[in-house]
Each structure stands twice: as structure tokens, then as C-alpha cells.
């Protein structure tokens, strides 16, 4: 299959180049402002600002894909709130005509939305929910549904991801990168004990990412995740522990509940994985898997090895 991956320099968008190669499919890669070398899997790329969506156009037309998958957008909630309007174009527009141009083409298109549609308060979340963000992220991520389905009813499937884990090419994306960056800084992660997240690896995601490309049959919304739905600060102490770091000094715990960040960040998302779970062969995984795939980022390797000696 010719597979066309928006965002292939990104935490999911380079797991799911990898993917795909191992399933034998062949893909084009759209990467941005990515300059830090080639990423494993991709058969080809392009630098494309996907603001443009005329070069979108141009480019999807010329490859003239099987699948198209959007891993693409502005990923991180405090950025939406800070530019509505650039983050609107990547996480809206874009995939509005990229599923316009799987029409055209009759082409698969796999789309990736979050579990921040739901505002925490109803966990755990059905796929056929009543949907509720909270902040521009979230609503962006609703409104890329809508208009992704409404566009290509017959040939497109959105995944709502959980928050991820995993190792990304610059290694500065996934949780564990992210707690990796404050310790080598000699910060003090402060993690919420009441904000629960059920995260998987964007590498087992792309699994299932790749694989929805292959189950045409299988279209509309569904949602993904890891087996455990756990505190940000119970995964943070699980993740030091399994890389022998410390806590003491280094994850302070404190709570959401009562504190400014409430208005925009939902308590608890826990996701009910029906009908996704049991429908393909890619499996959910528990957190010690996904711990045993994650590395040292290449930035701390030199603070982790003095500290761990
Ligand atoms: N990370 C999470 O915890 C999480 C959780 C749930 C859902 N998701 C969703 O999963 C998807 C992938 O997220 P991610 O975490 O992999 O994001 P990411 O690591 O931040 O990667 C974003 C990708 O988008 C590309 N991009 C952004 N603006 C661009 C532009 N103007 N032109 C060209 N490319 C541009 C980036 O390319 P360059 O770097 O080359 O510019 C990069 O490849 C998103 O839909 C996100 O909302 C993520």
C-alpha cells in the first residue's frame, strides 16, 4: 500500500513510518521544519508547510496514495490556547481537506483526534459519548472529527489517542522525554495525583494506525490506549523507577482539583477501547510493556549515566 503520512517527523507520525515499513507498505512522508536527519521507514519525503494547502493538494495528488494518515498538528493544549489560529489551520483545515482529497481519490484516510473531546468529568469515556472540551485543543479536535467524517464518510477513521509514551526522533515529545528534560535541567517535575490519563506508546499506536489503514471496513471514530488507566503522578514514579532515577527531589506531587489549570485540563480520561480493542490484532498493553520500550533520551544519556553510573 502507498501510504502518504503527514507530520512523519513527529512522536507519532516517525512511530508510524517505522510501522508501516514493517508491514510492508511503502511511505511519502510530509515533514515541516524537522532537520534532524532521515526517519527510519519513509521512502520518501517532502518538506511541506501544511498551512498551505494548496502545496497539500498538489502534493497528495501527485503521489496519488492508497491511504493518507494525518499525524500532523499542533499536539500540545498550552500552544492552542496561545495561537488559535495557527493551530485551527493545522489541526481543522488540514485535515478538513485531506479528507476532501481521500473523496476525490477514494483513497483510506486515518485521522488522529484526543481523548481531550471529553472534559474528565464522566470517565470512562464511550466512543459514541456526548463530546465536551474544555480547551481549544480539544474543541479543534471535535470539530476535525466532524468535518474529517462529514467529508469522507466512506473512507475515513479517526483515532482518539491517549496521552503518549514513546521515544520521538528529537526526543523531547513523550512524557518520559518530557521528565527527562526537567531532571538532567535539575528541575522538580510537579505531577497531578488527581489527573488521570491512560497512555500507550505512540509505537503501539501506530500499529493500530497502520493496521485501520488496511480495514477499510472499519470506518468512523474509535478509540485507543493502554490497558491502565493511572495518575499523572503514579506514571511519572513508575517511569523513574523503571529507569532506577530517584524520585526524592525530582517528582514532587501535587493536585489539579482546586488549582488554576482545572478550567482547561480534564480531570480524568479514561477511554473505553470497544470496539477498536477487539477488533484488530495489534493488542493493548499494560504500562511495564510500554516501559520496556522506551530509551534514555540522547540529550540526558550523559546526566542518566552519571547518575545511575
Ligand atoms: N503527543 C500526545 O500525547 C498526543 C496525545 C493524543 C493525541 N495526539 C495527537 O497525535 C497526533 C500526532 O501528535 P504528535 O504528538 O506526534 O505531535 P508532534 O510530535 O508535535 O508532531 C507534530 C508533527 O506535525 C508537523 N507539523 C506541525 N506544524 C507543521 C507545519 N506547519 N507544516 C508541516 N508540518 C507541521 C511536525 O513537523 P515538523 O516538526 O517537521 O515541523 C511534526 O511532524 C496529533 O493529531 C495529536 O493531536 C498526541
Known amino acids: 500500500m502507498r501510504i502518504l503520512l503527514t507530520g512523519a517527523s513527529g512522536l507519532v507520525?516517525?512511530?508510524?513510518?517505522?510501522?508501516a515499513l514493517r508491514r510492508g507498505h511503502s511511505v511519502h512522508g510530509i515533514v515541516g521544519s524537522w532537520n534532524g536527519g532521515a526517519i527510519p521507514g519513509l521512502a520518501s519525503v517532502a518538506r511541506i508547510d501544511l498551512h498551505d494547502l494548496a502545496a497539500v493538494t498538489t502534493a497528495v495528488l501527485e503521489f496519488f496514495p492508497d491511504a493518507i494518515i494525518n499525524a500532523a498538528a499542533v499536539a500540545e493544549p498550552a500552544r492552542c490556547e496561545?495561537?488559535?489560529?495557527?493551530?485551527?489551520?493545522?489541526?481543522v483545515l488540514?485535515?478538513?481537506?485531506?479528507?476532501?482529497?481521500?473523496?476525490h481519490l477514494s483513497c483510506r484516510l486515518v485521522h488522529i483526534s484526543s481523548e481531550q473531546v471529553f472534559d474528565g468529568a464522566?470517565?470512562?469515556?464511550?466512543?459514541?459519548?456526548?463530546?465536551?472540551p474544555v480547551n481549544n485543543y480539544g474543541r479543534q479536535k471535535v470539530e476535525s472529527e466532524r468535518l474529517v467524517h462529514a467529508a469522507a464518510e466512506n473512507f475515513a477513521a479517526t483515532v482518539r489517542a491517549p496521552l503518549l509514551m514513546g521515544n520521538s526522533p528529537g526526543g523531547t515529545r513523550s512524557v518520559h522525554e518530557r521528565l527527562f528534560a526537567d531532571w538532567a535541567a535539575g528541575r522538580t517535575a510537579r505531577l497531578f495525583t488527581d489527573e488521570i490519563?491512560?497512555?500507550?506508546?505512540?509505537?503501539?499506536l501506530a500499529d493500530a494506525l497502520v493496521e485501520l489503514c488496511e480495514r477499510p471496513d472499519m470506518r468512523g471514530v474509535f478509540h485507543w490506549a493502554g490497558a491502565e488507566a493511572v495518575s499523572r503522578h503514579e506514571l511519572g514514579l513508575r517511569i523513574a523507577r523503571h529507569f532506577g532515577v530517584p524520585a526524592a527531589g525530582r517528582i514532587e506531587e501535587t493536585r489539579l482539583a482546586g488549582s488554576p489549570a482545572a478550567a482547561t485540563r480534564p480531570a480524568n480520561l479514561a477511554l473505553d477501547l470497544k470496539p477498536l480493542a477487539g477488533r484488530l490484532t495489534t493488542r493493548v498493553q499494560s504500562i511495564d510493556e510500554q516501559l520496556e520500550t522506551l530509551r534514555v533520551p540522547h540529550a540526558a544519556r550523559t546526566w542518566w549515566g552519571t547518575l545511575t553510573g
Open 13 to 19: 507520525g516517525s512511530n508510524t513510518a517505522a510501522a
Open 197 to 204: 490519563r491512560q497512555p500507550c506508546t505512540a509505537e503501539n
Open 82 to 91: 496561545a495561537d488559535p489560529g495557527g493551530s485551527h489551520a493545522l489541526n
Open 94 to 103: 488540514l485535515p478538513q481537506r485531506l479528507a476532501e482529497l481521500a473523496h
Open 122 to 132: 464522566h470517565a470512562p469515556y464511550a466512543r459514541d459519548d456526548a463530546v465536551s
